[in-house]
């Protein structure tokens, strides 16, 4: 059962109150990465793009996307949300997407990125056979791209 994070916490107290409700996601997520990398790559995919959503406008529960980008791939085959069980996450006060100030939706997506780099990592990732690189739709975080594979 998910609990609220109350709004009024610290910047601190919000990021590490969040990464730990995104801790207890992590066994789960390795997992289904794992699948996703035990997968055979089609031919014609030539790179993976993970796109993290962080549904600021609605502040409902993130989502992570994943892309396979390449030519003559099938639409139905082009992109799939990843499993990752992330509406189990804690809620969150609405405040924490519309108060600027405090910045939440950019702490949500760097704790999102940050998490799901470190999973994909103890996943073995590292090594998937085409360019893999972790986003976050609509610029929000620090706007870094996440190389996550050595190609």
Same mark, same amino acid.
């Given at each position: ?6 709004? $009024? ?5 919000f990021?590490? *109150? %969040?990464?730990? =409700?995104?801790? *207890?996601? =992590?066994?789960?997520?390795i997992?289904? #990465? =794992? ?11 030539? =790179?993976?793009?993970?796109q993290?959503?962080?549904?600021? +406008?609605?502040? $409902?529960?993130p989502? #992570?996307?994943v %892309?396979?980008i ?16 992330l509406?189990?996450?804690? +809620?969150?006060?609405?405040? %924490? ?5 405090? *910045?939440g939706?950019n702490?949500i ?10 999973c994909?990592?103890k996943? *073995?990732?590292?090594? %998937? $056979?085409v360019?893999?690189v ?7 975080g620090?706007?870094?791209r996440?190389?996550?594979? +050595?190609?």
């Amino acid at each position: 059962m998910t609990k609220m994070i109350q709004f $009024g916490l610290t910047q601190k107290q919000f990021t590490q *109150g %969040y990464l730990q =409700s995104l801790d *207890g996601l =992590s066994a789960h997520s390795i997992q289904c #990465i =794992s699948n996703l990398l035990r997968q055979p790559i089609n031919a014609a995919v030539r =790179s993976v793009e993970f796109q993290v959503f962080v549904d600021a +406008e609605n502040h $409902g529960a993130p989502s #992570i996307w994943v %892309y396979f980008i390449g030519d003559n791939i099938k639409t139905s085959e082009r992109s799939s949300e990843m499993a990752l069980k992330l509406d189990e996450l804690d +809620e969150l006060d609405d405040r %924490y997407f519309t108060d600027f100030d405090f *910045g939440g939706v950019n702490m949500i997506a760097h704790a999102l990125t940050s998490w799901f780099a470190e999973c994909w990592k103890k996943a *073995g990732g590292w090594d %998937y $056979g085409v360019p893999a690189v972790l986003d976050v739709h609509d610029g929000f975080g620090d706007g870094r791209r996440i190389q996550l594979t +050595e190609k």
